[in-house]
């Protein structure tokens, strides 16, 4: 890629030098015209020396030429200078032969226009001055009468001049496209690396060009990209994690109640003289087991609907103090039947925020069974509201047996269960997904629901949903 750019800008530019060539030649002729054009209307021109020359000296008009902003002057042939009218560029009444040959040699060089024409008759020179405005002293003459070595000599000059002219130039443009060539190919090169090391797999490179042109923008892109593809890969990766995690979880649940379910229905078909209490145990057994499969299912359907792109809540702006209420009016006789005390501290004034009820409810209802599934008789469940900043905070706690530290990280997680060890003998027979599924509800309303570390004893969690 390197390569090929380099050679396109150097042909480019060899191009440009081309029509560099082609401006420069442009240049002189419109130079050259411009000067044309420009001396027909300066001073100089229009009051030439011999337009006021005349035989004798004392008869030359020189007011128009004074007038005019110049001078004239007249030098006989002794150089003094017997006749001096407005602009006087001499300085002097005489002047040697030195003198006068550097003034007619040198006249050109100085910032004055001076026209010098001799009259024989009279013998003397007649000098008009007039401020140079502007000169440009460029002009090709050619006499074919001059000699051949000469025109030899001086047309070898000229082409090596050109020759120089056109290499300084070449040379120019070269170090400039490869200047320019080497600005735009080393951010690619940079580019092009980082793009192979992220086809490669190693999503974590990022570019960093230090400019603040397109490339930057272009780098900014890079970068953004591969922060989303960083993303999406940890997400894909975690989502296969979890969908393992999920295959052998399901996998765990579904074999004990499955084989008790054969194994009792077996023990039924190969005994028909089987007393009818034993019998009725064993279907109660098989009953319970098919209950505890069916649930599982529901609950992975549910929690599949909501891993699901087209899952939506039904939400409205409602009360969340009058549905916390309604709430907890609704586990009183749960928490009842359990042997559990409860407390509710829930704030008179209304704070509303978007909710669906009916998936709001499973929250906490979810949160109910775990407190009573793990936790003897005589525990107290807490539930409060409170507003904070923007948003609503419910608290549902208790003072039971708390939720062992080697779990609190993993608490959310499809398939995590307490066991009989940290619950005073409780029992554990959810499906382990009742956390998963409150926390899903939870963010799909836009809040959280959390564990809150740290606590004495039992333990507490947190939701949180903005305010509407």
């Avoid at 995690?245 to 023990?267: F, I, K, M, T």
């Avoid at 080697?406 to 027979?429: E, M, N």
Wanted: glycine share 8%.
């Amino acid at each position: 890629m390197r390569r090929r750019l380099s050679r396109e800008f150097l042909t480019n530019y060899l191009v440009m030098l081309l029509i560099a060539a082609i401006a420069t030649y442009l240049a002189v002729t419109l130079l050259s015209f411009g000067s044309a054009l420009i001396s027909g209307r300066l001073m100089k021109n229009r009051y030439p020396a011999r337009s006021i020359l005349r035989e004798d000296y004392r008869e030359i008009d020189a007011s128009a030429v004074v007038a005019a902003g110049g001078g004239v002057q007249v030098i006989n042939g002794d150089y003094e200078v017997v006749y001096s009218a407005g602009l006087d560029t001499i300085g002097k009444s005489r002047l040697s032969p030195e003198e006068f040959t550097a003034f007619l040699t040198g006249s050109g060089k100085r910032p004055y226009n001076h026209d010098i024409v001799y009259q024989p008759e009279g013998e003397f020179w007649l000098v008009v001055t007039f401020p140079t405005s502007l000169r440009l002293d460029l002009s090709l003459i050619y006499n074919k009468d001059a000699a051949g070595s000469d025109f030899i000599y001086a047309g070898s000059v000229l082409v090596l001049v050109l020759l120089v002219y056109l290499s300084l130039l070449a040379g120019l443009m070269t170090v400039y496209s490869r200047i320019t060539a080497s600005a735009i190919t080393t951010p690619l090169r940079k580019l092009r690396d980082a793009t192979r090391i992220l086809r490669e797999g190693d999503y974590s490179v990022r570019v960093d060009l230090r400019l603040k042109n397109e490339f930057a923008e272009l780098q900014d892109t890079f970068n953004d990209m591969a922060d989303r593809i960083e993303r999406e890969m940890a997400l894909r990766e975690r989502s296969e994690r979890n969908r393992r995690d999920l295959v052998l979880g399901v996998s765990h649940d579904l074999r004990n109640p499955l084989a008790n379910v054969a194994g009792y229905a077996e023990l039924c078909l190969n005994n028909p003289d089987l007393p009818a209490t034993e019998r009725a145990a064993h279907l109660k057994v098989i009953r319970d087991n098919s209950e505890k499969a069916n649930m599982l299912f529901s609950e992975l359907l549910e929690l599949s609907k909501m891993d699901s792109p087209e899952f939506k809540l039904n939400v409205r702006r409602i009360d969340a103090c009058e549905y916390l209420r309604q709430v907890c009016g609704g586990l009183v006789p749960l928490l009842e039947r359990a042997g559990f005390h409860y407390e509710f501290d829930i704030p008179e004034e209304g704070v509303f925020a978007m909710i669906d009820p009916p998936r709001m409810d499973r929250v906490f209802q979810n949160l109910a069974d775990n407190a009573i599934r793990y936790n003897p008789a005589g525990t107290t469940v807490r539930v409060g509201l409170r507003r904070e900043d923007d948003q609503v905070v419910i608290a549902f706690s208790d003072d039971g047996c708390g939720i062992p530290g080697l779990f609190a990280t993993d608490v959310f997680k499809p398939f995590v269960r307490l066991d009989g060890s940290g619950t005073s003998g409780a029992t554990p027979s959810g499906s382990g997904l009742g956390l998963s599924i409150a926390r899903r509800i939870a963010e799909a309303h836009g809040g959280q629901l959390s564990l809150l570390p740290g606590q004495p004893s039992g333990s507490a969690f947190m939701i949180t949903l903005p305010i509407a």
